[in-house]
């Protein structure tokens, strides 16, 4: 019977794809109910419409229908995810929710919602009735279909356990959730790469990693991220699911993959849990975080190692260092820079994490090293409560700022000798000089240079720290030196204004003045034996009595002459009058004979008098 193009369906048709026997591999068939031309000329979107018609004219020609029962599966995809990366074929196996009605009435007669457990069987070999088997056919995971079953093709005119009646026709609303196939293996597909990959995940290594773990529908059942931790573990050790320990091998540090894992390597016919079903794939989305072997030493990466260096560090040495801690990934946990000062320690005596008191050993002054530590050479297992994680690899980028030893004297050493030295500094001498103090990194600290004149100190009364006044003794009018000056001769653990605590000076000396001086304690020495007679001596007019100004004359002569030598950078008016009132026992204003000698106390101990 020919129907025109506007004729209405046929009792018992049904609007969609009823017109294809399977979306996998449409063709027409001609034993199926003819929609309307609307959904025709749809199916038809980028043809001219005069060849349109000419094509439904031709199908109307020569199809045959029948208001007869149907002879073959009515499929309607009525909900088609629009990615589809694979459908179903004959021999997969197939996991669904359905619920199965009656096309008379709507009645329901199953459903495998109401039993809160998906069906699972295999396409195309009569493990499902016919019209099923061939209903499935092509279907994509998450996709709806109406799927209408006559009763040759379902359970035919016998029907089924009293619940199917006799030439029943069949209703399926079915939902795929998922499909995998016995020839099915681990699926890897790399969705980051990480610029540089020193190193990739092999067996027997321990994987740090964050996941989001799916079923193939897209349902969540599982985060490493929600729990705010890493899962950590083993490869192929059999601590993981099969296809994960096939997923993760290969992986770098930073890369990102998307494994999805079949259920025979997953938790197969089992699954897990209220939320891994049987026969379920997996789709784990990976982060790989640290990788390390138990068998790894300390890696040591030298960035930068300055010129002239003539000493490394050793065990028992004190250093200071600056340093930035990282993950593997890069994540920051610590930097010294951030807190504006160094880390300071001993070497090699269990201060610090064993990888970095190893780490620390033959470095240089200035030398710029990232030190990868493992964490059996770290932190371990424990981790550092909420900042280092359990079984993390540390990367540091460290630089030496400066060490030395607690038994290190200052060191010395002479950039400009004069060529004529007649005298040099000693304890008790005032002298002129210039300098520059830094640290062992090259920052300045201090500098005479900012002053109007060069600093003045007297040598021996500790007025400069010890490194300093070493540096500066033995030294000639003009002579330029370099001074090391290690904390415990400078400013100790404490420190002193800029100068950080524990830290090695590096001074730049220059002599610019020396005034020989006198004894702590001394206004005025004599160079050579003083007089026999002082008193004759000292009364110039030999009247038996010497005033001040007598006095300071005989003083002055003497410094004139070379015979002795006053207090240098003090007044000298002020230091021979403080002389003259000392020597004035019973301050009359004059000296006398009696005064002069010295004098004895009851003890019978000599007391030094002035003179």
């Known amino acids: 019977k020919i129907l025109s193009l506007d004729a209405a369906p046929l009792a018992q048709s049904s609007c969609g794809t009823s017109l294809f026997t399977s979306p996998a591999s449409p063709r027409w068939q001609t034993d199926s109910l003819l929609c309307s031309s609307a959904l025709l000329h749809s199916r038809l979107p980028q043809m001219d419409p005069t060849v349109t018609l000419v094509l439904l004219l031709s199908v109307v020609v020569t199809v ?32 669904y929710h359905f619920n199965g009605t009656f096309h008379a009435d709507g009645k329901k007669f199953d459903s495998s919602h109401d ?7 295999q396409v195309g070999l009569g493990r499902l009735i016919t019209g099923m088997d061939r209903g499935l056919q092509g279907m994509c995971v998450n ?19 009293g619940v199917i009646p006799p030439d029943a026709v069949l209703v399926f609303d079915v939902l795929l959730l998922d499909i995998w196939s016995t020839e099915d293996k681990v699926q890897i597909r790399t969705l980051v790469k990480p610029p540089s990959c020193k190193r990739k995940a092999a067996a027997s290594d321990y994987v740090r990693y964050h996941y989001n773990g799916t079923l193939l529908s897209g349902a969540a059942f599982d985060s490493s991220y929600s729990r705010n931790t890493t899962y950590d573990t083993y490869l192929g050790q059999g601590y993981l699911i099969k296809g994960m320990d096939e997923g ?6 930073g890369e990102r993959r998307l494994i999805i894992v079949p259920p ?3 938790y197969g016919e089992n699954g897990s849990g209220t939320k891994i079903p049987p026969q379920a794939t997996l789709v784990f989305e990976v982060l790989m975080i640290d990788v390390f072997n138990p068998k790894d030493d300390l890696i040591v990466e030298v960035k930068k ?38 880390y300071n320690t001993y070497i090699g005596m269990g201060y610090v994490i064993q990888g970095m008191d190893k780490a620390l050993q033959g470095l240089c002054i200035g030398e710029k090293r990232r030190i990868i530590v493992p964490p059996h050479m770290a932190y371990g297992e424990d981790g550092v409560g909420d900042l280092i994680p359990s079984s993390a690899v540390l990367v540091f980028d460290i630089h ?7 038994k290190d004297l200052v060191q010395i050493k002479v950039t400009h000798k004069p060529q004529e030295c007649n005298m040099t500094s000693e304890a008790d001498d005032l002298i002129q000089y210039r300098y520059n103090c830094s640290m062992m990194d090259g920052t300045l600290l201090y500098s005479s240079d900012h002053y109007d004149s060069p600093s003045i100190t007297t040598l021996g009364e500790n007025k400069v720290i010890p490194g300093l006044e070493k540096g500066l003794l033995g030294m000639c009018v003009g002579e330029r030196r370099e001074a090391v000056v290690p904390p415990h001769w400078g400013h100790g653990e404490n420190g002193a204004g800029e100068v950080p605590g524990s830290a090695v000076l590096f001074f730049e000396l220059e002599l610019v003045d020396l005034q020989k001086g006198v004894p702590e304690g001394f206004m005025f020495v004599w160079l050579g034996d003083g007089p026999d007679e002082l008193f004759p001596a000292m009364d110039l007019n030999s009247n038996k009595e010497v005033p001040l100004e007598e006095f300071s004359a005989f003083i002055m002569l003497q410094v004139k002459e070379g015979k002795g030598r006053l207090r240098p950078g003090l007044d000298a008016d002020s230091t021979i009058k403080d002389m003259f009132n000392k020597q004035d026992r019973n301050r009359d204003g004059k000296i006398i004979e009696d005064e002069v000698k010295p004098k004895v106390d009851e003890e019978s101990e000599t007391r030094r008098d002035e003179l």
């Open 264 to 266: 025979f390597l997953a």
């Open 400 to 406: 030496v700022i400066d060490f030395h030893n607690p």
């Open 115 to 121: 039993r809160g457990k998906a069906f699972i069987s």
């Open 64 to 95: 045959t229908c029948t208001t007869g029962p149907l002879v073959d599966v009515v499929v309607d995809r009525y909900d088609i995810p629009k990615v589809c990366p694979r459908e179903v074929q004959t021999e997969d196996f197939v996991r």
């Open 143 to 161: 996709e709806r279909r109406r799927v209408t079953v006559p009763p040759h093709l379902a359970y035919g005119s016998v029907g089924t356990g």
């Open 248 to 253: 993760l091998l290969g992986m770098c540090v």
């Open 305 to 342: 190692v300055p010129k002239g260096c003539t000493r490394r560090t050793v065990i028992g040495d004190y250093i200071r260092y600056h340093y930035n801690g990282t993950f593997q990934d890069g994540t920051a946990f610590d930097s010294s820079y951030e807190r504006n000062s160094t």
